[in-house]
């Protein structure tokens, strides 16, 4: 079974732990949304052991890694990209931006209220929008290189204007490709 035996570990998503004034795990912010993987293939020549990708994966890639590592098909219209890809080289050209969104309100009102929000990640940047509020705080813009934590909110900073206004269109896109 050693040698024949893939293990995939992974779980849940994040959970805040008061970051960003939040407990709990609704939200896209990095604390919330990271999600740990590790996969061991002992078919893998043994120089591909021990590699790290910075690509930026989701868990819909699980199920079509999974069916790939088994030898199976991939359905067309499954969601997700193989991560085998990266297995081999770690650098692999891979996504530059996915769509994000939580669109399930929970109770009526605080403490159990949780805001609906969409948005878009790209490496550098973080675009969301909180969908049923309105004024200056509705959009979040981070420059995640600048500010890995996301503690600086730039979407009402005249410098952050056009990247603001590229990540809007983004979002619009791809929320309208997710309907």
């Known amino acids: 079974m050693a040698t024949n035996t893939v293990i995939l570990f992974t779980s849940d998503n994040g959970h805040f732990a008061g970051e960003h004034g939040f407990f709990g795990k609704w939200f896209m912010h990095e604390e919330s949304l990271r999600v740990p993987m590790l996969l061991y293939d002992p078919r893998a020549p043994a120089g591909q052991y021990g590699q790290r990708s910075d690509a ?26 193989s991560l085998l890809p990266l297995l081999r080289d770690p650098r692999e050209s891979w996504r530059n931006e996915f769509f994000y969104e939580h669109l399930y309100e929970h109770g009526p009102k605080p403490p159990l209220h949780i805001e609906p929000c969409e948005g878009v990640r790209t490496r ?56």
């Open 56 to 81: 930026m994966t989701l868990n819909i890639d699980f199920a079509p890694t999974i069916l790939e590592l088994a030898g199976l098909p991939v359905p067309a219209t499954m969601q997700g990209r």
């Open 124 to 179: 550098d940047w973080k675009y969301f929008v909180w969908l049923n509020q309105s004024g200056p705080t509705r959009e979040e813009l981070y420059d995640l290189r600048a500010d890995p934590l996301e503690t600086k909110n730039l979407a009402a900073e005249p410098a952050a204007a056009a990247n603001l206004e590229e990540l809007r269109r983004r979002h619009a896109d791809l929320a309208q490709r997710a309907r």
